[in-house]
């Protein structure tokens, strides 16, 4: 149980484009959700908290308006990257708090290249 | 506070050694720190947990430790095996809030 998915896995855009990235939580319902990005040889950075129906709270440096954030569902989360530039290139990777509140389950993560 | 990582720490065993990986962690109000493992290119996986009410906890193979008095916590690998190769991390929640707040990560090499 406990599973965390994302999708794609992989994505290689031009830069100026817009880049979706799903993150599903496939056998429990998750109200709140994380997203991080982690730079290589760096630990896991914060970005924002998804909140099922509300808007997303982001961490102090973050653009809201460049990572978009939905949370529709108890099941899905999408984080948009827009105009997108190399300096976004990054691994992203969400997470989705379990039904204990201080737990989460993360997902495998989705390697961005913007060229 | 935050912690971020600018350089990743090594730590190189021979296999079946035992391994500690020590963490310092930043929020005397943490009460749940975890230990994660990453392997290269994939998320996070839970290894093992312990809330502030404990110094202690074993897993399969783990301990962790945890030294609230200087804010340390560390992770004990026993016979180490060359699938624990992986980066390690802590991570603690600042107390009130559900956020994880991660440590900076230790690479753990297994030499045969």
């Known amino acids: 149980g406990a599973v965390v998915s994302q999708h794609p896995s992989r994505v290689i855009c031009k830069s100026g484009t817009s880049v979706k990235i799903e993150c599903r939580s496939l056998d429990f319902q998750a109200t709140t959700m994380f997203w991080y990005r982690q730079f290589p040889k760096q630990s896991l950075m914060l970005m924002a908290t998804s909140n099922e129906g509300s808007k997303a709270t982001y961490e102090q440096g973050v653009e809201k308006d460049k990572f978009l954030i939905n949370h529709a569902s108890l099941t899905l989360s999408t984080l948009t990257v827009t105009s997108a530039h190399p300096e976004d290139s990054s691994f992203y990777i969400c997470?989705?708090?379990?039904?204990?509140?201080?737990?989460?389950?993360f997902g495998p993560g989705t390697r961005l290249t913007v060229l | 506070g935050e912690s971020v990582g600018l350089h990743l720490p090594t730590l190189s065993v021979q296999e079946g050694d035992n391994s500690i990986i020590n963490c310092a962690y930043s929020?005397?109000?943490?009460?749940?720190f975890i230990w994660y493992k990453q392997e290269s290119g994939k998320g996070p996986q839970f290894i093992i947990d312990i809330r502030s009410n404990m110094d202690k906890r074993q897993g399969q193979r783990v301990t962790v430790l945890l030294n609230k008095t200087v804010k340390h916590l560390s992770l004990q690998i026993a016979a180490t095996q060359p699938g624990d190769s992986a980066v390690y991390f802590c991570a603690e929640n600042g107390g009130a809030t559900n956020k994880l707040i991660f440590g900076t990560g230790t690479l753990l090499a297994i030499q045969p």
């Open positions: 929020n005397s109000a943490s009460d749940y």
């Open positions: 997470s989705a708090e379990g039904a204990r509140g201080d737990e989460q389950f």
